[in-house]
C-alpha cells in the first residue's frame, strides 16, 4: 500500500500518522505539503490531526481550500481511500467529502484525554481487523469535536450504516458522561456513502505502539494495509 500524508500548514500528528502508517506497511509515506496541486498516484490519503492555519476563521475551513485539495476530492470522488483524524476530519466536513459540522464542545472546553469508542463495522477497509462492537480506548484532543448534522442527514447516516464509531463507556453502552464534546449520537466517526472516505476525531496515530500505552489503534492503519496491499 501507498499512502500520502498531507501536511498543512499547523499539522502537529503528521509525523505520528506516518510512524504508524510504515510501521504497517514497512514502507514511509510520501508526506505532500499542501500547496502542491496534485497528489502522486497513492492507495491512501491521510490528513493528519492538528490545527491547520491556526484554526482561523472556523477549523479546516482555510484548509480545505488549500491548492492540494482540489486533487484530494477529485481522488476522493474516484475512489481513493482518504482518512481524516481530527483536524482532518473538520477539513473533511468543510470540503463537502462528509456531511455536518464539527462545532465547539459542548463544555467550550478543549477536551485531551482518553476516551472509549464502539466500533460500529468491521466490513470497511478501515475496520476489517476490528470485532464488531468492539470497544477501543483511543485519546482525543480537541477544542471543536462536537459533531452535528440536521435530523435528516443524521438519520440518513444511521439508516446507511454510516456510522464508524461512537463514544461510550467501556463496557459499549452508550452514554452522555461518555461523550467527551456533545457529539450528536455520541458521533465519533462517519463515512461517506461509498465507504471509502473516514473522518473521526480520536487520534489512533497516538496509541498504536506498546510504547504508547497502548495498541488499540493500530488496527485501522493494518486494516487499509490489508484491504489496500
Known sequence: MKATVIVFPGSNCDRDVAVSLEQATGRPPEMLWHGSSEV?????????????????????????????????????????????????????????LLPGVLMQNMSLKYVCRD???????????????YGNGGVLRIPVAHHEGNYNADEETLDRLEDEGRVAFRYCTPDG????????????RNIAGIYNED??????????????????????GKALFSSLAEALQ
Open 40 to 96: 502522486p498516484s497513492t492507495d491512501l490519503i491521510v490528513l493528519p490531526g492538528g490545527f491547520s492555519y491556526g484554526d482561523y476563521l472556523r477549523c479546516g475551513a482555510m484548509a480545505a481550500h488549500s491548492p492540494v485539495m482540489r486533487d484530494v476530492v477529485d481522488k476522493a470522488k474516484s475512489g481513493t481511500r482518504v482518512l481524516g483524524i481530527c483536524n482532518g476530519f473538520q477539513i473533511l466536513t468543510e470540503s463537502g
Open 115 to 129: 476516551v472509549h469508542v464502539r466500533v460500529e463495522r468491521t466490513d470497511t477497509d478501515f475496520t476489517r481487523q
Open 173 to 184: 453502552e452508550l452514554d452522555r458522561d461518555a461523550n467527551p464534546n456533545g457529539s450528536a
Open 195 to 216: 465507504g471509502t472516505v473516514l473522518g473521526l476525531m480520536p487520534h489512533p496515530e497516538r496509541l498504536a505502539d506498546p510504547q504508547l500505552g497502548g495498541t488499540d
